[in-house]
């Protein structure tokens, strides 16, 4: 599907550059963004470009370290995901990871929130 969306957005004039990274976006005087490029070693990937705008996709990273999670004795793996059983708890019983904060859960919002739905009927009860 991404590679469908992809492709109608370059026939309709959208620029991908993909294998580069951002290295700094400066606005001009006339409005649009001066863009330079650098590859994943840091050199000049290309000249650097005038856009309109500009979107980067630029991946994520678990932000779990400012939460202490090791003073609490909650594991986690290099990522920063909690490590988690079948039922979204972590090795700590009164701790739960909801969503893909936990290993190996996919980084989806509907798998989030049903992940959260189910964990308040295991903890709460009811039907709804």
Known sequence: MTERIGTYMEEKGTTFYRGGNLKEIKKLENGRLLVTFVDGEGNDYKEPEEFDSVLA??????ETVWLNLDKAGVKTNKKGEIIINKEDGSNVSNIFAIGDIGEG?????????????????????GSK
């Open 57 to 62: 996709a630029i991946g994520r990273t678990m």
């Open 105 to 125: 859960v996919p980084e989806l919002t509907p798998v989030a929130i049903m992940s959260g739905k189910l964990l308040s009927k295991r903890l709460f009860g």
